[in-house]
């Protein structure tokens, strides 16, 4: 049985190399959603099993059109990977010489965290009218990034966006188990993408740190396979607590981040209520 996967900045990077690494399969039929027309149309042509739907995540009608449209045609949607994101170049730092500065740019959050905000609603939606026997497989992978780990003084909008899908994965992902959906966070380090322009990267990063772009890959098919896994420290996560995760993916190898200790029983109180445990 064919299994159907939404890609959002799925026309190039980490979003497209997961497109191919499915079609390769013969299992997947991928939608990849862009801004760019030409590369995406260019993209969906080179690979088989890919179908190219323009739209910007960042408005939510042009999206909902295309999730409606693939859910109508295919009954199913398996996997939903909420990728599309933009780099923050913007100096929030920088010094205004008038009495009230420029308003900043608030693009990089509306790309990173609304659109995905708006992809997971959508996942859940269609999620939900996909047929009873796909629960437990349904996958919704959230691109969030090393900056969403740890604090990034050179983009500080950027890694906020990041960040904030971390807790939002966290915050969803037990509640959605319940309902047959698996919803994690990938949080790669450095990556060559069309992101930063050639030779970008190398002014801020050594390239021994470079990540293949199999690895990701790799990672997110573990993910989708629903198998146990077991990172680099040894710690092993079973298939059915794969959820609510933070997953770094460093080098050839990833790590599951863990959240934030419980110092105290009060603490601990508040977070049950918080997650609506008694």
């Not at 739907?53 to 009608?61: G, H, K, L, M």
């Not at 609304?114 to 796909?134: K, V």
Request: hydrophobic content about 40%; glycine content about 8%; aromatic content about 8%.
């Amino acid at each position: 049985m064919t299994k159907i996967a939404i890609i959002t900045g799925g026309t190039s990077g980490i979003g497209l190399a997961v497109a191919k690494h499915l079609s390769q399969t013969d299992i997947w039929h991928v939608s990849i959603i862009g801004r760019d027309r030409e590369r995406g149309e260019e993209a969906a042509a080179s690979l088989s099993n890919v179908t190219f739907y323009p739209a910007d995540v960042r408005d939510y009608q042009q999206l909902a059109a295309v999730f409606d449209k693939v859910f109508n045609a295919t009954g199913q949607i398996d996997f939903v990977f909420a990728n599309a994101g933009i780099a923050d170049f913007v100096d929030f730092f920088a010094q205004s010489e008038t009495g009230i500065p420029p308003e900043p740019s608030s693009e990089v959050i509306d790309v990173n965290l609304n659109g995905s905000l708006h992809t997971s609603y959508l996942a859940m939606h269609y999620f939900r009218r996909s047929p009873e026997s796909t629960k437990g497989q349904r996958n919704l992978i959230l691109m969030s990034s090393i900056g969403g780990l740890y604090p990034c003084v050179i983009t500080p909008m950027y890694s906020s966006s990041k960040h904030a899908l971390i807790g939002f994965t966290r915050s969803i992902g037990e509640r959605l188990w319940g309902e047959g959906v698996r919803v994690n966070a990938l949080c790669p380090g450095v990556v060559e993408t069309p992101l930063f322009a050639a030779g970008e990267l190398e002014k801020i990063f050594p390239r021994e740190i470079f990540i293949p772009m199999d690895v990701v890959t790799g990672v997110v098919s573990q993910l989708l396979s629903g198998v146990d896994m077991v990172d680099a420290k040894g710690m092993r996560v079973a298939g059915d607590e794969m959820h609510s995760r933070a997953v770094c993916v460093s080098g050839d190898t990833f790590f599951f981040v863990e959240q934030p200790e419980i110092h105290d029983e009060k603490t601990r109180i508040a977070w049950a209520a918080m997650m609506g445990h008694k």
